[in-house]
């Protein structure tokens, strides 16, 4: 399986941006996908993560400004950000999880950098 993101840039704060992960590959048995983020010097941390069945849950300080979706025809996972703050600069990874096999996988990474 293979996450390729692309959205990311520069960005004015209280802007918008969105990502796209496009999954290729065996992706039949993909059972659910999420964003995480990493800035500079900071631990990896979940963004927002959406099941195959539809269940969706953000953290907390996204909730209300950031919106996960998947559109299944496209194998495409988006990431909607909008009332971006500079404390949400970091760069941006798509992962995605197959219980069927018990692996997941990652992409390479986007960068998300908002200016105050």
């Known amino acids: 399986v293979q996450l390729v993101e692309s959205g990311g840039g520069l960005v004015q704060s209280g802007g918008s941006l969105r990502l796209s992960c496009a999954a290729s590959?065996?992706?039949?048995?993909?059972?659910?996908m999420a964003w995480y983020r990493q800035a500079p010097g900071k631990r990896r941390e979940l963004v927002a993560a959406?099941?195959?069945?539809?269940?969706?849950d953000y953290a907390d300080f996204v909730k209300g400004r950031f919106t996960i979706s998947r559109d299944n025809a496209k194998n495409t996972d988006y990431l909607e950000m909008n009332s971006l703050k500079p404390e949400d600069t970091a760069v941006y990874f798509c992962?995605?999880?197959?219980?069927?096999?018990?692996?997941?996988?990652w992409g390479q990474g986007t960068q998300v950098t908002v200016s105050s």
């Open positions: 992962h995605a999880v197959d219980s069927v096999v018990g692996k997941d996988y």
């Open positions: 590959g065996s992706i039949f048995s993909i059972n659910a």
């Open positions: 959406i099941t195959s069945a539809g269940s969706i």
